[in-house]
């Protein structure tokens, strides 16, 4: 991937998961992940659009699920987050006179599209309540 921004966002998540709807702050959110609170409430604003995450504003405010984890996928999440395919088409124009070059992205396209399906697929498979089991049960395997 691109950018971090899909592994971030999950990591809010399963923070929001794991505290079983308890509110929890943008800075304790961004304590956590080891950045700003401004891009927290950037992620979360996108994780609100897509219906993932209430908010409350004030001394009492903070962020929670709008779902049981169990309801949410790795695909809910990524599509709030990423906009564009995991394969990008490159910027500059290929020069039309090579033979490579005018075929490479239609017959790559194809591939591009059936290993992005793949992916689709697999996020779809496991839900956020998934991920956060797996993070407990590894943390327990770290702590013995």
């Not at 966002?9 to 505290?19: G, N, P, R």
């Not at 599209?113 to 309540?129: D, V």
Request: proline residues 2%; aromatic residues 4%; contains cysteine.
């Amino acid at each position: 991937m691109k950018s971090s921004k899909f592994i971030v966002a999950t990591h809010i998540m399963t923070i929001l998961a794991l505290k079983e709807g308890r509110k929890v702050t943008s800075a304790d959110l961004a304590w956590s992940i080891n950045t700003n609170p401004v891009l927290v409430r950037k992620l979360i604003g996108h994780l609100k659009k897509s219906g993932l995450v209430v908010s409350e504003t004030g001394a009492d405010g903070g962020n929670k699920l709008a779902k049981k984890a169990f309801e949410i996928t790795l695909l809910d999440i990524y599509s709030a987050i990423e906009t564009k395919s995991v394969f990008q088409k490159p910027y500059s124009k290929m020069n039309k006179n090579c033979g490579i070059a005018r075929n490479i992205l239609p017959v790559l396209g194809h591939h591009f599209n059936k290993a992005e399906l793949a992916l689709m697929g697999e996020l779809r498979k496991t839900s956020l309540k998934t991920i956060s089991l797996e993070i407990i049960q590894s943390e327990k395997l770290k702590l013995r």
